[in-house]
Structure formats: C-alpha cells, structure tokens
C-alpha cells in the first residue's frame, strides 16, 4: 500500500464540475508508472460507475492493487434532480453491496471494504458480524470504517478486528481527533485521511471571486460560501507562503503536514488529470 490512494471519486462523473474521464485514464497508468498502487473508490460514486472504470482502466492489473471500496448507503436514482441516497448498514443490504462491488470490480476479494457512513438505524454489532463472515467467506480481506465517531469505533471493535478508518483531517481543520488516533494505536488501525485538500480549496488555484457550477458540490458546501470562504482564502494565503519558504507547493506542503501524524498511513487524493498526480507524488518522493 502507497502513502497515496488514488482518489476515484471524480471517476463517477458527478458532483466534480466536469470531468473528463479520459485524462483520468491517463492519470490512473501515470499513477502506476510512478509506483502508486492503491485506489479508493465507492458503490455510491457516479451509482456504481466508478467502479466499473475503474476495473476496466486497470485491466488485468487490478488484481495486484489495493483497491478500497465502501457500502452501506442505498440509493434511488432521480433522473431530473440529485439521487437519494440512503444509509442502510443492515446485513442483508452490506452482503448486496459486497457482491456488488465484486461484480462491477470484476474480482474475487475485495481488498478493503469499508462501512461508508454508520447507519443509526442499524445495529453496529449486526454490520460488523456481516463483515466477519463476509471475510470469513474469503469475499472481503480488510475491514474498514468510514466517518465512525469514538463510540461507534469501540462498539466495532468488539465484533471485529478493524484493519482501517478513513476520516477527514486536514491543515484547517486541525489534527486528527486524540481519541480516534489513541484507539487506533491501541489495536492497530491504520488511519486513512480524506478531504486532506478540502475540496481543493488547499490546492491554492481559488480565490474569492472563484464561482462553482451547480454540478460541483462546492457550490453547496459552506466552507465556499460568503464570510466562511472569505477567511479560508485567508488562511490559503498564509499557508502558501509557508509552503514557499519550503520550496514545495501548497498542495505538497498540507499533504506533507497530514502523513507527519501518527496513526496516519495514507491520504487519499481525488485526481482529475495526470499533472495533479505528479505533482502531488511529490510530496511522499
């Protein structure tokens, strides 16, 4: 496993602005040229289309990576407005998304799977108990969590060895929560961080003016509305020149920050283009 994943959310094509899927074929064979071999993807990205790229782009190849996927969130396709989606961590519904996953990623095993977001209406201990005889049944090799709070991290742990957590943690946000990490210290979780780049807004490419088409999730998102995105530009204007005394770009400089906390083994970075995967292959060479 690299110190990189492969972020293969804009491969669903949505939520992005626009994507175009052909430079992020170019971008995934540039990933493995430079040695990355992890990928991170999700049922619920582009409703199952991230998937099929990406197997179909890796080819033969995709029986060597680290590919980590996750379940639990059903979804009802809306063809005229955003899809619903729903969490469901039920046993039956991880079993359905564990298969599914293994259909479109045309593989035996899935090497990661995560729980994509816990699912209040579901007991942990039942998912959990799924997953143990889903690694039992040889169709998953690694559990994960995904934005699992402390409490919902123990009530796991005790069905189950935990092989991994994704979470966000970034520059603006601050380090990982104290808790978490002393958890996963303590039984030997591998911590996988997400939105290091905060959307992008880490990159340094925007500035107050910047606008986003109702087809980027940034337009919804407060951190890039009004006073909030005022004041993070603010503070991407400090970071940048922290980052220059340190000869690297901005984007190296926070991804730098992030892998330096214990517990953290790896960020996932969503890439569009191959110049954003050998920029960014900087930071860790």
Same mark, same amino acid.
């Given at each position: 496993? %690299?110190?990189?994943?492969?972020?293969?959310?804009?491969?669903?094509? %949505?939520?992005?602005?626009? /994507? +175009?899927?052909?430079?992020?074929?170019?971008?995934?064979?540039?990933?493995?040229?430079?040695?990355?071999?992890? !990928?991170?993807?999700?049922?619920?990205?582009?409703?199952?289309?991230?998937?099929?790229?990406?197997?179909?782009?890796?080819?033969?190849?995709?029986? +060597?990576? /680290?590919?980590?996927?996750?379940?639990?969130?059903?979804?009802? #396709?809306?063809?005229?407005?955003?899809?619903?989606?729903? $969490?469901?961590?039920?046993?039956?519904?991880?079993?359905?998304? /564990? #298969?599914?996953?293994?259909?479109?990623?045309?593989?035996?095993?899935?090497?990661?799977?995560? =729980?994509?977001w816990p699912d209040d209406n579901t007991a942990i201990e039942d998912t959990f108990l799924e997953?143990?005889?889903?690694?039992? #049944?040889?169709?998953?090799?690694?559990?994960?969590?995904?934005?699992?709070?402390?409490?919902?991290?123990?009530?796991?742990? %005790? =069905?189950?060895?935990?092989?991994?957590?994704?979470?966000? =943690?970034? *520059?603006?946000?601050?380090?990982?929560?104290?808790? *978490?990490?002393?958890?996963?210290?303590?039984?030997?979780?591998?911590?996988?961080?997400?939105?290091?780049?905060?959307?992008?807004?880490?990159?340094?490419?925007?500035? #107050?003016?910047?606008?986003? @088409?109702?087809?980027?999730?940034?337009?919804?998102? @407060?951190?890039?509305?009004? *006073?909030?995105?005022?004041?993070?530009? +603010?503070?991407?204007? /400090?970071?940048?020149? $922290?980052?220059?005394?340190?000869?690297?770009?901005?984007?190296?400089?926070?991804?730098?920050?992030?892998?330096?906390?214990?517990?953290?083994?790896? =960020?996932?970075?969503? *890439?569009?283009?191959?110049?954003?995967?050998?920029?960014? !292959?900087?930071?860790?060479?």
């Amino acid at each position: 496993m %690299t110190s990189i994943f492969f972020g293969c959310e804009p491969l669903g094509g %949505t939520d992005w602005g626009h /994507v +175009d899927v052909g430079n992020i074929k170019n971008a995934i064979h540039k990933a493995l040229d430079l040695g990355i071999n992890s !990928f991170d993807t999700a049922g619920v990205y582009g409703l199952g289309l991230s998937e099929e790229r990406l197997s179909k782009i890796l080819g033969s190849r995709r029986h +060597d990576m /680290v590919i980590a996927t996750k379940g639990g969130l059903f979804w009802e #396709e809306n063809h005229s407005e955003r899809s619903i989606i729903i $969490k469901d961590s039920s046993p039956s519904s991880i079993r359905r998304d /564990v #298969e599914s996953s293994l259909r479109r990623l045309r593989l035996e095993a899935l090497p990661i799977f995560f =729980v994509h977001w816990p699912d209040d209406n579901t007991a942990i201990e039942d998912t959990f108990l799924e997953l143990l005889l889903l690694k039992k #049944e040889g169709k998953i090799q690694s559990i994960g969590c995904s934005n699992f709070s402390e409490k919902q991290l123990n009530q796991a742990i %005790t =069905v189950s060895q935990i092989d991994y957590i994704q979470m966000p =943690v970034n *520059i603006l946000n601050g380090p990982p929560d104290k808790n *978490i990490s002393a958890i996963c210290k303590k039984h030997d979780i591998k911590l996988i961080a997400y939105n290091v780049l905060a959307n992008g807004l880490l990159t340094g490419k925007y500035n #107050e003016n910047s606008i986003f @088409p109702d087809n980027d999730r940034r337009s919804r998102l @407060p951190l890039f509305k009004g *006073i909030n995105f005022r004041h993070a530009i +603010d503070k991407v204007e /400090v970071l940048k020149v $922290k980052a220059a005394e340190n000869n690297i770009s901005l984007a190296q400089y926070v991804i730098n920050w992030t892998l330096m906390h214990e517990n953290i083994s790896s =960020v996932i970075l969503g *890439i569009k283009n191959s110049k954003q995967i050998e920029d960014n !292959f900087c930071a860790i060479s």
